[in-house]
Structure formats: C-alpha cells, structure tokens
C-alpha cells in the first residue's frame, strides 16, 4: 500500500488516475497535484516515454509555478504514451478520448505541453469544454504564436544579467530545444541585442560563435528539417550543445537534460530553464558551487500559464504579455535577491516562495489540498 502513495507530502498529489482504453491504444495519466489556490491548470504532454514519475514532477512544478505567478490556479498535469507525430487522426482520437476519461474531472484545465498544440486544445474544448491556449478563431490567445512563454523567457534573462552587472546586448546565447518555447526564446532575445551562438533539436545542433540567423533556423523547422541542416555554422550531434561556450544556456526541451554525468561541460555563466524539471537536484547545486546562476523553470517560463490564465478571463494579448512581463522581472528579482542575500540556491529560494502561497491557501480550505467548489464532495 505504501508504494502507492511514494509521491505523498503535505503538499499533494490529490489525486493521480490512469486512462486505458485498449481498443483504440489509449494509455494516459493525470495528476491532479493541490487545487487549495484554485482549478488547477496543467499542460498535455505527449511522448512514448512518458511515465508517472514524470507526470507527478510536473504537475508539483505547476503548483510552484501558478503560486508563484500569484494565479488563482493549482497544479496539475497530463500525459498521454505515444508519439506525437503519428497520423493527425489518430492523434485527435486519442486526445478526444482522453479528454473525454477526464470530463468529470473539473479541478484540472487543459493546457498545451509538448507534443500537443493549440488545435489540440480546440479538441479537448469541443469534447468537454474545459481547455486553455486555444486558436484565435475560437477565442483563444494563442501562446505559440505569440510566443509567451519565450517573451517570459526573456525578461527572466534581462532580470537575471541586470543583477550579474551584465548587459543582454552581445551576450552569447544557446537554445537547447528549438520548438515552440526555444525558438520563440532566441527570437526575442536576438530582437533585444544578444547574439544566437548554438541551437539544438531531436535531431542534431549547430554552432556558429559569430552568430546564427535564427529566422532562417525557423524556417527550416518550418520545413520539417533540422537545425543541423543549416549552412551557416557548423553541424554537432544534439547533446554536444551542452558544451558550447556561451554567456546564456537555456534549456527548452525535455526533463533532466543536464544531470551529474553532465553538468561539467555547461561553459555558461547564467541558465534560464525554459522547459519543466531540465536540470536534476544534483546538477543545480553542482552549478551553484561554481557561480553559475540557474533561474528555475517555474519562476523563468511561467509566461504561458499566466497566459492562459489570462485567457480563462477573456483579456486581450497586449493585457497577456503586460502581465506575463510583470509578473516574472518581479518574482526573478525577488527569488535572485533572497537567494543571494541568504546564500541559498535560486530554486530554495523559489520553492519557499512558492509553498508559503500554496500553504496560506491550503489553510483556507476545509479540506487542505482539494477545491471545495459546489458539487464537490
């Protein structure tokens, strides 16, 4: 019985289901993490690797990362196995169906994650009406397109080399992961000066220390090619991108990307982690015995979910990207200046920033970790 709760604190899950449904080859997951700020709101992640372990990690860093950003959200997250390049229409069977398992599942909000988008999304909304990061045409702001956890991305960054005594102008950047979140990031961090130097994907990297063009890289993802397919700079296997030299790295890809086997060849001065959980436990206090500044992801990428949280509201993109610019240049001040006044790492310092949101919540509530909306329990 104890194995089924290894994942319990004081802080959640609430709960944590499995979808199957062999005829149609559906396995997914949902984990409801701690709704005590408010329905929680969590990306759709689909992968052939997926697993409880990860779903459970990611939906506790959308608990830090909406208590963090002051929503009135709590944290969940879902996952679905398979690969999202599949037909479209088996895609859209699955996440019809999955969304359906989940109708009566009213403390969780679907968001976009990797390997599902915004169309995704309008899937899930026609099944059961409950979904955020919609197509404009059905009255959504759509955050790949504008880019808002990339701009997020971005003024974490500025905070962060404003505190080093460093200027964004010139300074080397490296995107690990050039989706949506990745190649958004270097768009708006070359618009504001710096310079492109690395850019990896699924499948290789490439490396120009004079600087990359990074609409000609998205063109060619547009195409379907890879990055390494580009003719300016040179071609390296994806996971050399870890060892480019660069004053900016920032992960916007996978989980645990940079663990102890590999934490030692990171040459860059500040990380500012674009994707959920890139970096283990390990490697962030490693770096920080170095010097090296890690803004954690639930403080630096939190631009979509305060997106789509402004989008539940029915606000406008301009009110969108206002809030999201606010928003993180504040908590990146406030995490960066108690960690150094304290001595402690960034993400110690976020995490207690965070808890200490979702506890005074939790104490507001008759039942600490679950919404107490009408109808429930």
């Known amino acids: 019985m104890e194995n089924c709760f290894v ?8 709960k944590i289901l ?9 396995r997914g997951i949902l984990v409801v993490d701690n709704v005590a700020c408010g329905p929680s709101i969590g990306g759709l992640r689909m992968a052939e690797d997926v697993s409880v372990e990860e779903c459970f990690r990611l939906a506790r860093a959308m608990t830090l990362k909406n208590a963090a950003a002051g929503l009135p959200h709590g944290g969940g997250k879902s996952v679905l196995f398979g690969d999202p390049r599949m037909d479209k229409g088996r895609k859209e069977t699955l996440i019809r169906a999955f969304a359906k398992a989940l109708r009566t599942e009213e403390d969780y909000i679907f ?12 899937w899930v909304r026609d099944e059961i009406g409950r979904s955020v990061g919609l197509p404009e045409e059905i009255g959504g702001i759509p955050l790949d ?5 990339g701009w997020g ?11 080093g005594g460093s200027m964004l102008q010139g300074a080397r950047v490296v995107v690990q992961g050039f989706g949506a979140v990745g190649r958004n990031a270097a768009r708006f961090l070359t618009d504001a000066g710096a310079v492109l130097v690395g ?3 699924s499948q290789g990297a490439v490396h120009d220390p004079e600087g990359l063009d990074v609409r000609a890289l998205i063109r060619l993802k547009d ?4 990055v390494a397919d580009s003719p300016r700079g040179e071609p390296l296997d994806r996971d050399a991108v870890v060892g480019l030299p660069c004053d900016v790295w920032i992960p916007a890809a996978r989980p645990d990307v940079v663990d102890a086997s590999n934490v030692d060849r990171l040459r860059a001065r500040l990380v500012v982690q674009g994707a959920n959980i890139p970096f283990t436990a390990e490697a962030e206090r490693i770096l920080h015995a170095r010097d090296v500044l890690v803004v954690p992801d639930f403080i630096a990428n939190a631009g979509g979910v305060i997106c789509a949280a402004m989008e539940l509201r029915g606000a406008t993109e301009t009110a969108a990207l206002q809030a999201i610019e606010e928003k993180i240049r504040r908590n990146t001040r406030i995490v960066l200046e108690t960690a150094m006044a304290r001595a402690i790492l960034p993400r110690q310092a976020a995490v207690e920033m965070a808890e200490a949101r979702v506890r005074k919540a939790m104490g507001l509530r008759r039942y600490s970790l679950f919404s107490c909306a009408p109808g429930y329990l």
């Open 18 to 26: 499995h979808v199957y449904e062999p005829s149609i080859g559906l």
């Open 223 to 226: 195409e379907g090619l890879s």
């Open 153 to 163: 991305l971005l003024k974490a960054t500025e905070v962060a080399l404003e505190q």
């Open 111 to 122: 968001g976009p994650d990797m390997g599902t988008d915004e169309e995704c999304m309008a």
């Open 199 to 201: 850019a990896a994907d």
């Open 145 to 149: 397109k504008i880019g808002a956890t």
């Open 7 to 14: 994942f319990a604190d004081t802080l959640g899950p609430a």
